[in-house]
Structure formats: structure tokens, C-alpha cells
């Protein structure tokens, strides 16, 4: 007889001489609570994940707004602008120079005001925060730039004047200030770095001019860079559109995480693709600017570059991270003892990852302040003291000043290299150099890939400078008999240096 008992295993039966005895009743009512018991505790946790699912999800955010609406404002402003020199609509007449029509055409347009020489006011629309009780507002450069009449409309239809009180065009930020009769409702910034992707976020402002407007969405990606040294915006997929420039991105607790600042789209209107200036840059724009009425950033005074794992090989890095010193003006950094071919690894105790990151700790530092700096150099990690300066003294300083010429400098594998004398200076405007010159470059070369060209100079072979094509080829040797994969040139060209690593393999 076959066992009534079907194996769990996918084994064939016993015969039932060796088939297990059922279980007793008992064992089989323990075993049963045991099992309610498990599903009991498994249900619990489902429904703590859906509770916590559901919080991080409102039904409405119509709370919200209650409770941050007020902070935000519509601005509008008032400039005078030259009237065009052209006829109606933007037409200009195509007469004769000289024809006698062309005087009856400016003595008509003239009789009916529209001759091109009365000036006009043009008026612009955009939003606002309000960050203090006492009156300081927030928005974006570019909706106030240019303006002779600020005015600030708040959602309950008062209206005040406004005065500029500084502004940052390099992050687009505008600080004003109001003088109301009582407190004003504020809001605070809040912490951008902490947001994920995925996370609801809701803004506000005056879309269109249409009036107190909100939208909601999520933050769809982070740390995005549209054209500006300092940038870290955030993309959302909350409905942006003209006139939303200057209001604020809120997170679900009501603190502004981002000021709205541009959109990418085909039309001029929403499709889902929004930029908000992450409050981690904003912030400390606006206490600059309220500060001192300008920005402060600190500067450190080094062309840089990304470490790519080329790089990072040739230099024994390990890891691709950092910010590669490729020049050293004069100013802050010389003075610490920073040298081209440092790879800067962290500043004044955070870890560096890319140039981007560079830019913006060392911008965030205060001038004249002494921090200290990780630099990986020939192999090994040294720290160096360094005083910052002022960025925007540097930047009018080297305004006045013609830009210096350094033209790139390339390898030698795949290259026909030739020495760096009189001629060649004159011809690439490098006085005061020293290295070598690529003459031609093979098309099927590493080299070529890398993008080296002839005309590039190459001043350092592994970091240590080199002056005549031997010399080169004597460091290419060494490092292939050492084993080396590859080997790294600082080359100069078009006015930027950077670093080329070049493969040593045959």
C-alpha cells in the first residue's frame, strides 16, 4: 500500500513501513498557533510599513499650505526701457537710405508717438519668500535685475515696496527687504542635502501672473548643473512655469528646500523638467547678503581638473576622487605650498569627490580663514595650511589683467615629438615654457584617443618636467620596465593645462 502522505521534498513515497506516524493532536494544535502566531506578528509589521507609507504620503496638502502660504509673495517690478527704432510691432521699413520716403515714414511715426525716442516702462513678473517677521524676502536675480520699482504683493492683497539689498548673480539669488506695520508670517530653509529622489515636494508662486499658484511633485533627480560654477539644483517634476522664478520648494515640513529658479522645455511652459537652487547654496548666500550686502566667498587660487581612473592609475590612487591641481597662480594656494600634480582630497575636513565640490566648500568658507587641506602628492598624503582669499577681489583683479597664455602639452606614444625651442614658442605663445612639442599624432594611437593633438606641449612626464624628446623617452622606458600601465603627462594647450594619461602597453 502507498503512503497517504505525499513527500514535500519532490522525493519519491515510502512505503509505509517507513512513513513518519502523524503527529498527535496536540503537537498539531501547538504547531497551528505557532503558525497564527507568526502571521499575526507579520501582519503587524505590514501594516507599521503601510502606516509609515501613508504618512510619508499626505491625502492633502491643503495643511501645508495653511500653514506656509502666507509666507509667500508675488513681485512685480518696473523698469524704463529705450523704445526700439523700428516701426510698429518690431517693423522696421526697408527704404532707401536717403529717400524721401524714409523722412515721410519717421515724421509719421513720430506724430503718433511711436518714433523710437519716447522711453517706455516695461513691467515683470515673478515670486518671493519671506524668510524674517521683519520683513527680509527672497527670489531670483533675474526677476528683479534692471528694476527701478520693486513691489510686493502678499496673499492676503497687501501690497509694499521694496528695497534691493544685495544680490548674487553667479546663483541667481536677490535679497530685498520690506517694511510692514506687524510681524510677518517667515519660513525657514531647510536641508536640502538630506532630500532623496523620490521625496514630495510642493511649490509655490505666481505662475503666469496668475496669482498665489501650487503645484506638487517630487524631486526626480539631485545635484544638477545648468551653467553656473556654483550650481546645485534640484530637478522636480512639480508644474514650474514663468513667474514661479524666485518662489519657494517646500518639503513636507514645511521648510524651503529649494528656490525655483529655471525650466527645461521646448515651448516656454511646464513639461515636468524644473530647476530649484538647492537651499544648501541658497542659505549661505542669503546670510552673506544679509550680512554684508554682497557675497564673501572664499578662494583658493588653482586651476583644477577631475580625477578619471586613468588618471587615478597613473598617479597610484587607487580610487578616481579628488581635485587634480593642473596650475598654481599666485595667491592663497601658492603661498600654503600647493603644487601642480596635488590631487586635493579634502578641505578643512570634508572629503572631496569632484571639482564641483571643491568649488563650492571652498566657497562656502569665510575669507581669511585658516583651514587645513589633504593633498595626495608623488604617492603621498601631505596636509597643508592654507589662508583663503576673497573670490570676487581675485575675479577684478584678473578682469583688469589680459589672460595669461598656456597652451596644453601632450605624450609620446603614438606621437612624433620634437623640442620646444625658439620657433616653436613664438609660433604657440610659449614664452617661458619648457618641455616638448607634438608634431603629429598617430590617428590610430591611445594618444589620438585621448584626444592630443599636435601643437600640444608637454611640460611634465610623470610628474617630473621635462625639457628635451630624450628625456621623455628615457621616463617612458623606465616606466615600462617598472611595470607601469600607464603614465601621466601634463600637457598645455589653448590656454588650460590638464592632465593625459597614456596607456604603456604595447
Given at each position: 500500500?502507498?503512503?497517504?502522505?505525499?513527500?514535500?521534498?519532490?522525493?519519491?513515497?515510502?512505503?509505509?513501513?517507513?512513513?513518519?506516524?502523524?503527529?498527535?493532536?496536540?503537537?498539531?494544535?501547538?504547531?497551528?498557533?505557532?503558525?497564527?502566531?507568526?502571521?499575526?506578528?507579520?501582519?503587524?509589521?505590514?501594516?507599521?510599513?503601510?502606516?509609515h507609507a501613508q504618512a510619508q504620503r499626505p491625502d492633502t496638502?491643503?495643511?501645508?499650505?495653511?500653514?506656509?502660504?502666507?509666507?509667500?509673495?508675488?513681485?512685480?517690478?518696473?523698469?524704463?526701457?529705450?523704445?526700439?527704432?523700428?516701426?510698429?510691432?518690431?517693423?522696421?521699413?526697408?527704404?532707401?537710405?536717403?529717400?524721401?520716403?524714409?523722412?515721410?515714414?519717421?515724421?509719421?511715426?513720430?506724430?503718433?508717438g511711436q518714433g523710437g525716442q519716447v522711453p517706455r516702462r516695461s513691467q515683470a513678473l515673478g515670486s518671493g519668500f519671506v524668510i524674517s517677521d521683519d520683513?527680509?524676502?527672497?527670489?531670483?536675480?533675474?526677476?528683479?535685475?534692471?528694476?527701478?520699482?520693486?513691489?510686493?504683493?502678499?496673499?492676503?492683497?497687501?501690497?509694499?515696496?521694496?528695497?534691493?539689498?544685495?544680490?548674487?548673480?553667479?546663483?541667481?539669488?536677490?535679497?530685498?527687504?520690506?517694511?510692514?506695520?506687524?510681524?510677518?508670517?517667515?519660513?525657514?530653509?531647510?536641508?536640502?542635502?538630506?532630500?532623496?529622489?523620490?521625496?514630495?515636494?510642493?511649490?509655490?508662486?505666481?505662475?503666469?501672473?496668475?496669482?498665489?499658484?501650487?503645484?506638487v511633485?517630487?524631486?526626480?533627480?539631485?545635484?544638477?548643473?545648468?551653467?553656473?560654477?556654483?550650481?546645485?539644483?534640484?530637478?522636480?517634476?512639480?508644474?514650474?512655469?514663468?513667474?514661479n522664478s524666485g518662489g519657494p520648494l517646500f518639503n513636507l515640513e514645511g521648510e524651503v528646500i529649494g528656490v525655483n529658479t529655471a525650466i527645461l522645455s521646448p515651448n516656454g511652459g511646464s513639461i515636468g523638467i524644473g530647476f530649484s537652487m538647492a537651499?544648501?547654496?541658497v542659505s549661505d548666500v542669503v546670510e552673506q547678503l544679509q550680512q554684508f550686502g554682497e557675497t564673501r566667498r572664499g578662494w583658493l587660487g588653482v586651476r583644477i581638473q577631475d580625477v578619471s581612473q586613468d588618471i587615478a592609475d597613473g598617479l597610484s590612487l587607487g580610487e578616481a576622487r579628488g581635485a587634480l591641481v593642473t596650475d598654481v597662480p599666485e595667491?592663497?594656494?601658492?603661498?600654503?605650498?600647493v603644487e601642480v600634480g596635488d590631487v586635493i582630497l579634502s578641505f578643512d575636513g570634508t572629503q572631496i569627490q569632484d571639482t564641483r565640490e571643491l568649488v563650492r566648500v571652498v566657497a562656502a568658507a569665510p575669507v581669511g580663514e585658516t583651514v587645513e587641506m589633504d593633498v595626495m602628492r608623488a604617492g603621498a598624503m601631505e596636509t597643508l595650511s592654507v589662508t583663503l582669499g576673497r573670490r570676487e577681489t581675485a575675479d577684478a583683479a584678473a578682469a583688469?589683467?589680459?589672460?595669461?597664455?598656456?597652451?596644453?602639452?601632450?605624450?609620446?606614444?603614438?606621437?612624433?615629438?620634437?623640442?620646444?625651442?625658439?620657433?616653436?614658442?613664438?609660433?604657440?605663445?610659449?614664452?617661458?615654457?619648457?618641455?616638448?612639442?607634438?608634431?603629429?599624432?598617430?590617428?590610430n594611437s591611445d594618444a589620438a584617443a585621448k584626444g592630443l593633438q599636435a601643437g600640444d606641449i608637454v611640460t611634465e612626464l610623470a610628474q617630473m618636467p621635462i625639457s628635451t624628446p630624450q628625456e621623455f623617452e628615457q621616463i617612458v622606458t623606465e616606466g615600462r620596465d617598472a611595470g607601469q600601465k600607464s603614465i601621466l603627462l601634463l600637457i598645455r594647450r589653448g590656454g588650460d593645462p590638464r592632465f593625459v594619461a597614456l596607456s604603456l602597453l604595447e
Open positions: 500500500m502507498r503512503n497517504q502522505y505525499p513527500s514535500n521534498q519532490g522525493q519519491r513515497p515510502l512505503p509505509m513501513s517507513q512513513a513518519p506516524a502523524a503527529p498527535p493532536a496536540q503537537a498539531r494544535v501547538q504547531q497551528g498557533l505557532i503558525w497564527l502566531g507568526a502571521a499575526l506578528v507579520a501582519m503587524t509589521l505590514l501594516m507599521g510599513q503601510l502606516a496638502f491643503a495643511d501645508l499650505v495653511d500653514q506656509v502660504g502666507d509666507a509667500v509673495v508675488n513681485i512685480t517690478t518696473t523698469s524704463i526701457v529705450a523704445a526700439r527704432q523700428d516701426g510698429p510691432q518690431g517693423i522696421q521699413p526697408m527704404l532707401p537710405p536717403g529717400s524721401p520716403f524714409e523722412d515721410f515714414f519717421n515724421d509719421f511715426m513720430n506724430r503718433n520683513g527680509f524676502i527672497v527670489t531670483n536675480n533675474h526677476v528683479i535685475e534692471g528694476a527701478d520699482e520693486i513691489s510686493v504683493e502678499f496673499r492676503s492683497g497687501e501690497m509694499l515696496q521694496a528695497e534691493l539689498i544685495g544680490t548674487d548673480p553667479n546663483t541667481d539669488i536677490a535679497l530685498l527687504k520690506v517694511t510692514p506695520d506687524t510681524p510677518l508670517t517667515s519660513v525657514s530653509f531647510g536641508d536640502s542635502d538630506a532630500l532623496r529622489v523620490g521625496d514630495w515636494v510642493m511649490a509655490v508662486g505666481n505662475p503666469l501672473g496668475q496669482g498665489f499658484s501650487v503645484s511633485g517630487v524631486v526626480s533627480a539631485r545635484g544638477r548643473e545648468l551653467s553656473g560654477a556654483y550650481d546645485d539644483f534640484i530637478q522636480t517634476d512639480a508644474a514650474i512655469n514663468r513667474g537651499s544648501a547654496v595667491g592663497p594656494a601658492r603661498d600654503a605650498g583688469g589683467q589680459p589672460e595669461p597664455v598656456k597652451p596644453a602639452s601632450v605624450d609620446l606614444l603614438g606621437l612624433r615629438l620634437g623640442p620646444l625651442d625658439a620657433e616653436a614658442r613664438a609660433e604657440l605663445q610659449a614664452r617661458g615654457l619648457s618641455g616638448v612639442v607634438i608634431e603629429a599624432v598617430d590617428p
